[in-house]
């Protein structure tokens, strides 16, 4: 099955909006598309969603490709589509709770660096904080 996903990589000043799950993985903001959305519309709508944060797109930062086993046995072959993001409102993070998130919060790059689960999501991190620099 091919299952095809957006989010954003969310940056204000040094920070950057990071998801922490119940069960304690540190992610960003991302999603599958619904009918007939865009990869952008896509990602808007989940960092909006997932942390109650309105992101404007910047740029595209790139995609990740993996696979894995779904619950019922299924194996997957998933694409993230990543944006770089900014927003004037990073006091307003709320988590959603009913996708399995207990924290939404704007982390200072070097934490986010280590905190982070996916070592594919650090990429996406730094190549957003080297377009944002040079912005």
Same mark, same amino acid.
């Given at each position: =099955?091919?299952?095809? /996903?957006?989010?954003g990589?969310?940056?204000?000043? +040094? ?6 799950? !119940? ?5 960003? @903001?991302k ?15 989940e960092?909006?969603?997932? /942390? ?10 790139? $995609?990740?490709? !993996?696979? $894995? ?11 993230v589509? !990543?944006?770089? =993001?900014?927003? +004037? ?5 709320? @988590?959603? *709770? ?5 924290? %939404?919060?704007? =982390?200072d ?5 280590? *905190?982070?689960?996916?070592? %594919?999501? *650090?990429? =996406?991190?730094?190549? %957003? ?7």
């Amino acid at each position: =099955m091919e299952e095809i /996903s957006a989010g954003g990589v969310v940056i204000e000043g +040094d920070t950057v909006l990071t998801l922490r799950k !119940y069960q304690g993985d540190w992610v960003l @903001p991302k999603g599958r598309l619904e009918a007939n959305e865009s990869s952008e519309e896509a990602a808007i709508r989940e960092v909006y969603e997932e /942390s109650g944060i309105m992101g404007e797109i910047k740029k595209y930062i790139g $995609y990740l490709k !993996y696979n $894995y086993i779904h619950g019922n046995g299924e194996r997957v072959n998933k694409t993230v589509h !990543y944006y770089l =993001m900014t927003s +004037d409102n990073t006091v307003d993070a709320t @988590p959603q *709770k009913e996708e399995g998130f207990m924290e %939404a919060v704007f =982390m200072d790059i070097d934490k986010v660096m280590s *905190k982070l689960k996916h070592e %594919a999501e *650090k990429t =996406m991190v730094k190549k %957003a904080f080297e377009i944002y620099k040079n912005m």
